[in-house]
């Protein structure tokens, strides 16, 4: 049984919108996933000093001016392109959308560090002088923020807001533009997640003070999820952003369909502030399939969370043991291993990257696995080499976060 | 400073503020808001602006008075003279 829902009440991907690391576009990401180019590289944060991030390239120039950038903040900034190039890439007779009838909901893992970092660096150079606390602080800071710019350089009308929930956030965008198509809130949903985190010192100061923080000489063999020589997380940033319609509104404009939302589910651990918690991440994975009306054997590729840090993959793949069992019908890969953690924005980049493979039916490895952990053993991981398959039918994205919040999405192929 | 210090101050700032305009063509007897686009978050930014580079206060009941180059000349000149450039 899948999907029983009328049309009306199916949800479905007609546009992607994205930048990551190795990447500006979904083409340009499936490109470099399958070809095993890292977006890794060196980077300098201030107080912090040099050390290793997934930093994004795109044209920011391409949709604002030098002076709406000025006034705002790099994740709004990253969801204004993300937006713009979803709406593209949809189709999307943009000027005759009802822009009251759109929604947008983007998924954070944090907002406002950067901006407040930034503000309190520049006060010290005034003696710590509140008058010189800039005024664009609090526009800058809202959580609403990034949704917020969106709104602002689109015209959108509808109703905008973030999601915060740490790096289980790009999922839960997406959740929340399908139900709030299923709901009536809206007629086309903007959802996914952004993030700008590369740009706090904070966020690798705290994962290095946690010894969670990746360290490589190679800054492409930093991030090595399920590698037995993993040492931690390497922060990223970028968004992605879908375009999520009704089946049948897509049906009757004649969208192109990249899939449909079938199942998810959220739960939490109730456990940690830190550490998951597998049993948790197991009952969010077979609610999802419930929801979907599939079974575990049904799923064709597992996008997996894995950060690369030394408790949390061997966590994610105890839950994954569990629910698939150990015969190697499922594939399992891992995007971070090339792009890095892009927190807010990873759930939504994971699974967009692997969209393409319903047409190209090739599932991307996770690379740098060089010796694989034993407590890392997932017999369909496909490590290193892309591998190709007879079919590629469904999709489960897995995204998980701190204090204990889960996430996945199931898409099958239309 | 002089006149035309002060003039290419503002200037300065009025272009890392509005760095798309073209502000060549600025008429300094006419309000900057109607020749460019200035919102009160851009206005508040010129008053932050010459408080960071050159320490002017500017209370909120003088902000009037900064509404086009020439005006904006005219209320500065005696509070920055003894500002070098």
Redesign the interface.
């Given at each position: 049984m899948i999907a029983p829902h009328p049309d009306c009440q199916r949800i479905v991907i007609t546009g992607v919108g994205l930048t990551a690391p190795n990447g500006n576009s979904l083409k340009e990401l499936r490109e470099s996933l399958l070809a095993g180019r890292s977006g890794v590289t060196r980077f300098e944060t201030r107080y912090f000093g040099e050390t290793v991030a997934g930093v994004c390239q795109f044209d920011e120039l391409r949709y604002q001016?030098?002076?709406v950038l000025?006034?705002g903040t790099r994740a709004g900034s990253v969801g204004i392109y993300c937006a713009n190039e979803a709406i593209r890439d949809a189709g999307l007779d943009w000027e005759n959308v009802d822009k009251s009838a759109v929604g947008i909901y983007v998924g954070v893992t944090e907002h406002g560090n950067v901006e407040t970092e930034q503000e309190i660096h520049q006060l010290k150079q005034?003696g710590y002088d509140i008058?010189?606390w800039?005024?664009?602080h609090n526009?800058r800071t809202v959580a609403n923020n990034p949704a917020g710019e969106i709104s602002l350089n689109l015209g959108i009308t509808g109703p905008h807001y973030t999601l915060g929930a740490a790096c289980a956030a790009g999922n839960a965008g997406i959740i929340q533009g399908a139900q709030m198509l299923r709901l009536g809130e809206c007629d086309l949903a903007i959802c996914g997640g952004v993030s700008e985190s590369i740009h706090t010192f904070g966020i690798f100061a705290s994962f290095h003070s946690q010894g969670a923080l990746a360290r490589h000489e190679d800054p492409t063999k930093a991030s090595r999820p399920f590698d037995a020589d993993r040492n931690g997380i390497v922060v990223a940033e970028g968004g992605c952003l879908f375009i999520l319609e009704r089946l049948s509104d897509a049906r009757s404009r004649g969208a192109r369909i990249y899939g449909e939302v079938v199942g998810y589910a959220m739960n939490s651990d109730a456990y940690d502030y830190v550490l998951p918690h597998p049993e948790r991440q197991a009952e969010c994975i077979e609610t999802a399939l419930r929801r979907a009306g599939l079974e575990p054997a049904d799923i064709d590729i597992v996008s997996t969370h894995a950060t690369g840090t030394t408790s949390g993959d061997v966590q994610e793949c105890l839950a994954l043991r569990r629910v698939f069992g150990d015969d190697g019908r499922t594939l399992f890969n891992n995007t971070k291993s090339f792009i890095g953690h892009a927190m807010g924005a990873a759930g939504a980049l994971e699974l967009a990257g692997n969209l393409p493979s319903f047409d190209d039916r090739v599932c991307h490895a996770t690379i740098n696995l060089d010796r694989p952990d034993p407590e890392c053993s997932l017999k369909g991981l496909v490590a290193n080499q892309p591998r190709e398959l007879p079919k590629v039918d469904t999709i489960l994205n897995n995204s998980f976060g701190m204090l204990g919040i889960n996430s996945v999405v199931i898409v099958r192929r239309v | 400073m002089t006149t035309a210090e002060i003039q290419k101050a503002i200037l300065d700032i009025l272009a890392s503020i509005a760095p798309d305009e073209d502000l060549s063509k600025l008429d300094p007897q006419v309000p900057f808001r109607d020749q460019m686009e200035l919102d009160s978050m851009d206005f508040l930014d010129i008053v932050m602006e010459l408080r960071k580079r050159y320490r002017v206060q500017i209370p909120e009941e003088d902000y009037p008075a900064l509404a086009s180059m020439n005006s904006s000349v005219e209320y500065l000149l005696p509070r920055m003279k003894d500002i070098s450039a």
């Open positions: 001016t030098r002076k000025r006034r005034y008058q010189f800039s005024h664009h526009p | -």
